[in-house]
């Protein structure tokens, strides 16, 4: 299943606001924060499909690019999941459970979980203030 991943962290909205009219400095730091957030995520999904590895191809279908798409200037986001039409179906079964199976919940909180959430800021923020030159 393909999800998206935007930046989102506390205080985004001060920075932004700091950077106004610098397109030049913020699509860099989106960018670079994005694809750290890729790069976590992505080898957490790889463990957590590997014990449901029959044809390989769930697991085949595991976005490994990490292309971010933009809807403003400084508004982007990036894939990260399973792509459905390349053979992920099987993980919305497997994330989300059905009436016999249940939910993969390691798999589940790979791209769900609170901790994953908060890790997810928390190099979202650091990446972003590293690359403006804040930290």
Do not use: C
């Amino acid at each position: 299943m393909t999800n998206r991943f935007e930046l989102n962290f506390d205080g985004l909205d001060k920075i932004i606001q700091q950077f106004e009219g610098q397109d030049a400095r913020l699509r860099p730091a989106t960018e670079a924060a994005l694809k750290a957030t890729h790069a976590y995520v992505t080898p957490k999904l790889e463990a957590a499909i590997a014990p449901h590895r029959r044809t390989g191809r769930t697991a085949g279908s595991l976005r490994g690019d990490a292309a971010t798409s933009w809807a403003s200037s400084w508004q982007a986001s990036i894939p990260v999941g399973f792509s459905i039409h390349g053979g992920g179906l099987a993980s919305v079964f497997l994330m989300w459970g059905t009436p016999r199976i249940p939910r993969d919940s390691r798999l589940h909180a790979a791209v769900f979980g609170a901790a994953t959430k908060r890790a997810v800021a928390d190099i979202q923020k650091k990446v972003f203030t590293e690359t403006l030159g804040l930290s």
